[in-house]
């Protein structure tokens, strides 16, 4: 049988095989963004994209998607507790595109660059010579919050860390395209106010754009801990449940790990964004123990990463 794709295992693959890449860099494949340190300075780096049909449905307002595609790194950088510089963006545009359609496309980009901060200062465009999708990618530059606080990664959770989420999540991308991954607020202001009122409290952080369960999946084996989530503690969108919440995706908002004996801000930020403490991490059994647990009724279930439980034992 031929082997199953799946985005996560080409993803370890780049990880495992970044090697050599110099002492400039401090970290590389495998958290939001790669840290560099230029003779003193450090500098973060990434890129994420759009694709017509995956992050967007065909028809989307072109400014909308020019927007998400930079909102998309913004949380990145959020989820590093960083600070955005600038950017550069590259598209591929379908043949048939119309000029006043790709126009707009360019001034969502550059009004959400310059709303945070993060400037257009180059790119590339392309044309498919036959039929082929939309596609734009942003690369974002972004520095520290100040000297004295580091980017935060998601490797560095421990075990008893509580587990806590901005916001509430669940259908963020609905199935006619609309919805709430077009228009998020990163969550800049409330990862500052987290570095502020936590320092070294806060162990581990990242964005939430694939999914919890995918994502805490992510956050478990860079820490190499094992994360149990709560499910009736899940704060869910108005008409999602406890499995849209884990499975559903482009949420965008931040999950972070902090010291037993830190206490969380219930509320973050201007925006006053709540907080709510969802899991919590603990050493791995043994290595071949599910990197996520899911606690239902009182109930440890294997979590996967779509949110699927399996392989049930009682909690107590």
């Not at 930079?70 to 000029?99: E, F, H, Q, W």
């Amino acid at each position: 049988m031929p082997e199953v794709f799946r985005e996560d295992d080409l993803l370890a693959y780049i990880r495992d095989t970044a090697r050599a890449l110099g002492p400039h860099v401090k970290t590389g494949p495998g958290d939001d963004l790669a840290v560099l340190d230029l003779q003193g300075r450090t500098m973060l780096v990434g890129v994420d994209q759009v694709v017509e049909g995956v992050h967007f449905v065909k028809g989307t307002d072109p400014e909308l998607v020019g927007r998400k595609a930079v909102t998309r790194n913004i949380s990145d950088v959020a989820a590093m507790a960083a600070r955005p510089v600038a950017c550069v963006a590259a598209c591929t545009l379908p043949a048939d595109v119309d000029p006043g359609y790709a126009r707009r496309l360019v001034d969502g980009v550059r009004r959400t660059a310059i709303q945070f901060n993060a400037p257009l200062v180059g790119g590339d465009t392309g044309i498919h010579r036959g039929h082929g999708p939309l596609m734009l990618s942003v690369t974002i530059l972004a520095e520290p919050i100040s000297p004295v606080h580091p980017p935060v990664l998601r490797s560095g959770g421990k075990a008893d860390d509580r587990l806590h989420v901005t916001g509430s999540l669940g259908g963020s991308l609905r199935p006619d395209g609309s919805g709430h991954h077009l228009d998020f607020e990163p969550r800049l202001d409330e990862a500052e106010a987290l570095v502020s009122s936590l320092g070294a409290g806060l162990h581990a952080m990242m964005d939430l754009s694939d999914g919890l369960a995918q994502d805490a999946w992510r956050m478990a084996v860079a820490s190499h801990v094992q994360i149990v989530i709560d499910v009736a503690a899940l704060p869910c969108n108005a008409g999602c449940g406890w499995h849209e919440a884990v499975s559903d995706g482009e949420d965008y908002e931040l999950l972070f790990a902090v010291a037993a004996s830190t206490t969380v801000p219930k509320t973050l930020g201007r925006q006053r964004t709540k907080t709510t403490q969802i899991g919590l991490m603990r050493p791995m059994p043994n290595p071949d123990a599910p990197r996520v647990i899911g606690l239902l009724d009182d109930v440890e279930l294997a979590m996967d990463r779509f949110g699927r439980f399996h392989e049930a034992r009682s909690a107590r």
